[in-house]
Nanobody, 116 residues
Framework: QVQLLESGGGLVQPGGSLRLSCVFS????????MNWYRQAPGNGRELVAG???????NYAVSVKGRFGISRDNTKNTVYLQMNSLKPEDTAVYYC??????????WGQGTLVTVSE
């Protein structure tokens, strides 16, 4: 079965950068679309960025120009490079793998805190 393991979260000052990683195992990575979601306290889960199996990307308006999603199919890993971080980026970030017919899987989440 598919397993997703996120890493890279932590505490960073406003304006700083972090890179999240998500390692995929248990199936054929390259056929899955990979996404990063986040959930702040008291809020619902929102899509931050996605990358298709073919490499097309999409971003939430709130992070466009600051965040970059990429994937390395040789390492079964998807990354989220986060620059110019703001306090409102504070959230638990979740990795998501999705393919046709509604199959999708979630990681356990990694906490990102942006604060002085």
């Amino acid at each position: 079965q598919v397993q997703l393991l996120e890493s890279g979260g932590g505490l960073v000052q406003p304006g700083g950068s972090l890179r999240l990683s998500c390692v995929f195992s248990g199936s054929i990575f390259r056929i899955y679309a990979m996404n990063w979601y986040r959930q702040a306290p008291g809020n619902g889960r929102e899509l931050v960025a996605g990358i298709s199996s073919g490499g097309s990307t999409n971003y939430a308006v709130s992070v466009k120009g600051r965040f970059g999603i990429s994937r390395d199919n040789t390492k079964n890993t998807v990354y989220l490079q986060m620059n110019s971080l703001k306090p409102e980026d504070t959230a638990v970030y979740y990795c998501n793998a999705a393919k046709a017919l509604g199959f999708e899987y979630w990681g356990q989440g990694t906490l990102v805190t942006v604060s002085e």
